[in-house]
Antibody, heavy 119, light 107 residues
């Protein structure tokens, strides 16, 4: 059974960069789509994007100019960076994997990590 | 972006009730829709993929159906552990988008 765990700072200053890592255990991220999703009271669930195990990416156009994703297959981890953060980026951030987004949905999720953007 | 309009936003129901939640896509998405359940403080978990396919381990009281751009999640006999929020999500095109959610509350 694959398990995901997000890690990163819970507080980020405005205009700085938010950095999160998702560590996968109990299975390999090979042949998986590694997604980031965030949830806030004002915006609901928002898909940020994915990085495939081969490094290819697809981002939400609403965030595309501010995000970077990377994958480390040797460590079974993938990461998200959001730069120039503002209060609107305050949310619970989830990582989630899928072997096929259409066939399987987002079928394994981390517990989520709360990120607050504030000075 | 494809908009997913979910209704109702909340429903009060009793144990044993039949509950129906609907999701309408702003354009055709075929069968590419998933339903998720989320309990407070937890991550969402997938219940149904491809509009009607029950995820392994999900009780059979959950079912999904589709008619054109209208999708339905039905809980045939509500159980205490089913009080939660439910979300639809389209997987037809990027960006993936979610419905606004339906909170199922105890009557």
């Amino acid at each position: 059974q694959m398990n995901l765990q997000e890690s990163g700072p819970g507080l980020v200053r405005p205009s700085e960069t938010l950095s999160l890592t998702c560590t996968v255990s109990g299975g390999s991220i090979d042949v998986h789509y590694c997604n980031w999703i965030r949830q806030s009271p004002g915006r609901g669930l928002e898909w940020i994007g994915y990085i495939y195990y081969d490094g290819s990416t697809k981002f939400n156009p609403s965030l595309k100019t501010r995000i970077t994703m990377s994958v480390d297959r040797s460590e079974n981890q993938f990461s998200l960076k959001v730069n120039s953060v503002a209060a609107a980026d305050t949310a619970v951030y989830y990582c989630a994997t899928s072997k096929g987004l259409q066939f399987y949905g987002l079928d394994v999720w981390g517990h989520g990590t709360s990120v607050t953007v504030s000075s | 972006d494809i908009q997913m309009t979910q209704s109702p936003s909340s429903v009060s129901a009793s144990v044993g009730d039949r509950v129906t939640i609907t999701c309408r896509a702003s354009q055709g998405i075929g069968i590419w829709l998933a339903w998720y359940q989320q309990k407070p403080g937890e991550a969402p978990r997938v219940l149904i993929q491809r509009a009607t396919n029950l995820q392994s381990g999900v009780p059979s009281r959950f079912s999904g159906s589709v008619s054109g751009t209208d999708f339905t999640l039905t809980i045939s006999s509500l159980q205490p552990e089913d009080f939660a929020s439910y979300y639809c999500q389209q997987a037809n095109s990027f960006p993936l988008t979610f419905g606004g959610g339906t909170k199922v509350e105890i009557k």
